[in-house]
Each structure stands twice: as C-alpha cells, then as structure tokens.
C-alpha cells in the first residue's frame, strides 16, 4: 500500500517520533513540523510569505503556512491524499499569483 493512502499518524506518535530522532526540544506538533523543514524533509514546500496564500509546506498529512507577518499556522487533514490535494490546489493558486506579480 502506498504512503498516501495509510492512515495518518496520530499527533502524539508523531511528536514523539521527531523528538527522538530530529529534535528533542520539539513541544509542538509545529515544532516537529519546522524541525522536519528545517532539515530539508518536508514532502512539498511552495509559496513565498508575500504571497496572498504564504508560503506553505507539507508533510505527510499536515499543511503549515507561514504569512506575511510571520505567522505560522497549521492545517491538518483527514489523509495524507487530501493534504495532497490541498497544497496543490494552493500551489495553483501561488502559481496564478506569480504569474501575475510577475507577468
């Protein structure tokens, strides 16, 4: 069975399994999520924070954004197919916005 269609990780579980192998300071599920970014193992990553959607990255089934201020938040979706479908839907929209800042 493909990754994209195992049931997600539960948060705990997850939080637990970067602490032990990335970050063990990681309090957060977005804590783990920046310590996975940080060392380049996000699934995706696209957007740039002056863009009207930010700059976003996914893994496995969580979407994190950050915005023009700074702000992080985090999305969490009910497999890791729909955060798929999500970030390209955004990544589209990031697309759209560049061609059009740029174009």
């Known amino acids: ?5 195992q049931a997600p990780v539960s948060d705990d579980a997850f939080l637990a399994k970067i602490r032990k192998t990335i970050d063990p300071d990681a309090k957060s599920v977005l804590d783990a999520l920046n310590a996975i970014q940080g060392h380049g193992f996000a699934d995706e990553s696209s957007g740039t924070v002056e863009a009207p959607c930010g700059h976003f990255f996914r893994v496995e089934h969580w979407i994190v954004t950050t915005d023009s201020q700074g702000f992080m938040s985090v999305e969490t979706f009910d497999s890791i197919q729909a955060a798929m479908v999500a970030f390209s839907e955004r990544d589209h929209e990031y697309a759209d916005w560049d061609d059009d800042d740029n174009g």
């Open 1 to 5: 069975m493909s990754a994209e269609f």
